[in-house]
């Protein structure tokens, strides 16, 4: 079945960068858009990056635009959200998505705190 694996999420300081992975398993990772969400406590979910197949077109939300870079790897099944300038506004749970056969599939999330 589809698995999605986030890591690389943890506590940083204001104008700190963290790398952020997803790693995917039980589909053709290739054929398919890849997408990062996150919620903050208290806060609907939001769309924060979207990359599509082969990285030919990548989105980002306004919020994160100059600071944030979503990227894959199709060789290794991997998503990845790299985030500089991070402000304590970006404290969230990060999600990592994929629409497979008409399903969104999520990870379990991993938890970014910017903070000093």
């Known amino acids: 079945q589809v698995q999605l694996v986030e890591s690389g999420g943890g506590l940083v300081q204001p104008g700190g960068s963290l790398r952020l992975s997803c790693a995917a398993s039980g589909f053709t990772f290739g054929g398919y858009a890849m997408s990062w969400y996150r919620q903050a406590p208290g806060k609907e979910r939001e769309l924060v990056a979207t990359?599509?197949?082969?990285?030919?077109?990548?989105n980002l939300a306004n919020s994160v635009k100059g600071r944030f870079t979503i990227s894959r790897d199709d060789a290794r099944n991997t998503a990845y959200l790299e985030m500089n300038s991070l402000k304590p506004e970006d404290t969230a749970v990060y999600y990592c998505?994929?629409?497979?056969?008409?399903?969104?599939?999520w990870g379990q999330g991993t938890q970014v705190t910017v903070s000093s």
């Open positions: 998505n994929a629409l497979v056969g008409f399903k969104y599939c």
């Open positions: 990359i599509t197949t082969a990285g030919v077109t990548t």
